[in-house]
């Protein structure tokens, strides 16, 4: 083959490729009706991720958007049954009075669990509001014998675990004397062999629960968690800043 025929053709001159130029290491790309050459290279290009592994890290980004965004949510009225003025939130509010509402009279909870409080600032009674429709008060308050018909303040209840919940009853305040640890509801603690009506101190080992003055669920409500206090409720006015007495003689688990 002469020299003739190895040289690359000049720009214009419309000389067929050649032999040589068809085995050149090199790749031609159509960029609408030119070419444009890319020289191929050792570069080294990372492979997708196998099925499991990317499955994995959506499943992670999704997590993570709905523990940023959707965890928490709860709409509320200033009105009875859905009316007047409303308001979307998905963290706690320490004064819905500083939002332009006089009081909240309904609610609707659509993701996680919250607890309702009678005064601005998480003070007064409490009231475990669950995934739900509120329409009025009776409908947080149940058979609690405290008739409030608005709430001022609310929070989320961020620690509530309802398949991996604990807490530790004791006889005495302190966490001290007998204890009988429990991971069920009891409408009855007394029925379940809880020798008193009262419960001086409690340990709350995981997730969060409700008590109740009373048997069945009814009476003054006292949410326990295991994120607040280290768990800790030491005595009855720590249960909350309106407990009278440590009289509790039911429990349950919070739905989340």
Not at 41 to 50: A, L
Not at 131 to 147: C, F, L, M, T
Not at 230 to 255: K, L, P
């Amino acid at each position: 083959m002469s020299q003739e025929e190895l040289r690359p053709p000049t720009k214009g001159s419309g000389s067929p490729v050649t032999m040589a130029q068809s085995l050149s290491p090199t790749l031609l790309s159509v960029q609408g009706s030119r070419c444009s050459p890319y020289t191929l290279s050792n570069t080294h290009y990372p492979k997708p991720d196998p099925p499991a592994l990317a499955a994995e890290a959506t499943m992670s980004t999704q997590q993570m958007q709905t523990e940023q965004t959707g965890q928490f949510k709860i709409t509320v009225w200033e009105e009875e049954n859905f009316q007047g003025k409303r308001c979307e939130f998905m963290q706690e509010c320490q004064n819905i009075m500083e939002r332009g509402f006089h009081k909240i009279r309904s609610i609707k909870v659509e993701n996680g669990a919250f607890v309702g409080f009678e005064y601005p600032e998480f003070l007064g009674q409490q009231f475990i509001l669950e995934k739900g429709d509120y329409p009025r008060y009776e409908a947080w308050s149940g058979n609690s014998g405290y008739r409030t018909e608005h709430l001022l303040s609310f929070r989320p209840i961020k620690s509530a675990k309802h398949n991996d919940s604990k807490v530790t009853l004791y006889e005495c305040e302190d966490l001290t004397g007998r204890n009988f640890e429990i991971c069920d509801d009891y409408p009855s603690l007394q029925a379940m062999g809880w020798c008193s009506k009262e419960v001086p101190s409690m340990k709350v080992n995981s997730g969060a629960w409700v008590a109740y003055q009373f048997p069945g669920y009814r009476g003054y409500q006292y949410i326990l968690e295991q994120d607040r206090r280290e768990g800790e409720y030491r005595n009855y006015t720590e249960f909350s800043t309106q407990a009278h007495s440590n009289q509790v003689q039911s429990i349950r688990r919070i739905q989340h």
